[in-house]
């Protein structure tokens, strides 16, 4: 049983430019989270899709969108890069009815 | 204020050493706790699930919640250099709050087990 996979593993970027990180749910799950991890903190909650659509938004900027497909897996658009923008991005599904979550690999982002 | 608070450490222990982590949080909407652990570089691994008050026994660890003093605990008996690692407290509020679905983490406590 194959749990949450992301794409890519790394990726460095230049500022202003456009990145979209993608990520396959665990079989079974309905709901997938965006979470953004710096160096030394917490992940940070972006925003979470159900039933392709946008349930629940943390305190993050415009650039930041988001897409769910279909089959569950989704997808994280960052617009207009910026040098804080560097950081962990995590994935993480989980069921609608149920709290636990978990979480992918993430996808290093470095934007220079 | 942050709503979710974890002593970053470094915290350093023997092989065999009983560790006490611990969160404290402010908002009382909260009742879905959870601990991760994260490896270097790696995506974080959910290790205990409660709800509500109380605690929970998973073979070396047990977690525990204080709803009345907003405090949670998680206990690692018999530490192993395995367990080295950065551990995150998150929390999750009841169905039709502004929460719901969205985990709050805390900064995360770096533990390292020497043999």
């Known amino acids: 049983d194959a749990g949450v996979t992301q794409s890519p593993t790394h990726l460095i970027k230049t500022r202003g430019q456009q990145v979209t990180l993608r990520c396959s749910p665990k079989?079974?799950?309905?709901?997938v989270s965006w979470y953004q991890q710096a160096l030394g903190q917490g992940p940070q909650f972006i925003f979470q899709?159900?039933?392709?659509?946008?349930?629940q938004r943390g305190n993050f900027p415009d650039r930041f969108s988001g897409h769910q497909f279909p089959n569950y897996s989704s997808e994280l658009n960052v617009n207009a890069l910026l040098l804080g923008d560097s950081a962990l991005y995590l994935c993480?599904?989980?069921?609608?009815?149920?709290?636990?979550?978990?979480f992918g690999p993430g996808t290093r982002l470095t934007v220079t | 204020q942050k709503e979710v608070e974890q002593d970053p450490g470094p915290l350093s222990v023997p092989e065999g050493a009983i560790v006490s982590l611990n969160c404290t949080y402010s908002?009382?909407?909260?009742?879905?706790f959870m601990w991760y652990r994260q490896y270097s570089r790696k995506g974080p691994e959910l290790l205990m699930y409660?709800?509500?008050?109380g605690n929970k026994e998973d073979g070396r660890f047990t977690a525990q919640v204080d709803k009345s003093s907003k405090y949670i605990s998680l206990f690692i008996r018999d530490s192993q250099p395995s367990d080295s690692a950065t551990y995150l407290c998150?929390?999750?509020?009841?169905?039709?709050?502004?929460?719901?679905?969205?985990?709050?983490f805390g900064q995360g406590t770096i533990l390292t087990v020497h043999p």
């Open positions: 993480a599904s989980s069921l609608a009815a149920y709290y636990e979550q978990y």
């Open positions: 079989s079974g799950h309905d709901t």
């Open positions: 899709y159900y039933e392709e659509e946008e349930r």
């Open positions: 908002n009382s909407a909260f009742q879905y």
């Open positions: 409660t709800y509500s008050s």
């Open positions: 998150a929390m999750s509020a009841n169905a039709g709050g502004t929460s719901y679905g969205k985990l709050t």
